[in-house]
């Protein structure tokens, strides 16, 4: 069995071998919980991978908003990636520091802007670190690109949609995090916020998509077996949810790589839907 959607993740060697092709951009997607107390930036200025831009999750957002890292209108996102250099016919790879963790934020980001071309570097910079491969600690001066942003209604939800759902059942909800978190069994990491998780949804957490050992993403058949363990039938619609729209993210890759077709991200989460009092919870 091998994945459907088997481009959208790259291997270490992969990339290796187009790393200094012309149409390739390798994008720095490092961020980190605030209880890491580590800095994305930081770590990418001290060391990349050889080319590589960084991806600011706080900053190439919705700024004005009271909850972090909301996706930006599509013309502040076509300026900011501009600027970084990302152009329409780039294929883009995207890495963080963990392995499978904030890069696939950024792969869905793109995505919903409709930029498909988009892959996952495999065990991220950890592994591509591990094996000895190239590093750099040289600033990146972008040239200015021209990149067209075109919102995918089709792949985010919103809280109005998300309690609509509720009631009708249309699409399954599956929630990355851990299993404490979901039943409400330990406070949440964020003040003031309710503990539990959204009425009728199942739970995946995120680490499990990946091997301890090395950090790759599971093989096809290990992947769909995962899935379907979760309850989660996928033929039907899916929306994803986490504590902040990041590790939603990391369910809407694996769904992908398996070919599932009908699948969006809730991008408050449960930084939204927890804080309010007017939301039900179930524990």
Known sequence: MSYVNSDSLVSTQGLAD?????????VDAGWF????????????????????VFFDIDAYADTGSDLPHMLPGPDAFSSMMGHMGIGDG?????YDRHGLFSAARVWWTFRTFGHDDVAILDGGFPKWEREGRPLSNLPI???????????????????????????????????ARGVARFRGE??????????????GSLNLPYTELSDPE???????????????????NRVRPVITTCGSGIT??????????????????????????????DTPIET
């Open 33 to 52: 919980l605030p209880s890491e107390e580590r800095n994305g930036r930081e770590e990418y200025e001290n060391v990349h991978i050889p080319g590589a």
């Open 248 to 277: 939603a993210c990391v369910l809407a890759f694996g769904l992908h790589l398996l070919g599932h077709r009908d699948v969006a991200v809730y991008d408050g989460s449960w930084a939204e839907w927890g804080s309010r009092d």
């Open 141 to 175: 001066i972008p040239r200015e690109r021209s990149f067209t942003a075109r919102l995918n209604n089709l792949m985010v939800r919103d809280l109005t949609q998300v309690r609509k759902n509720i009631d009708s059942a249309k699409a399954q909800l599956l929630d």
């Open 18 to 26: 187009h790393l200094v092709t012309p149409d390739v951009l390798v």
């Open 90 to 94: 780039h294929r883009i790879i995207v």
């Open 186 to 199: 330990t406070p949440e990491p964020r003040e003031g916020m309710s503990a539990g998780h959204i009425p």
């Open 214 to 232: 090395d950090g790759t993403v599971l093989d096809a058949e290990a992947l769909s077996a995962l899935f379907d363990a979760t309850g989660i």
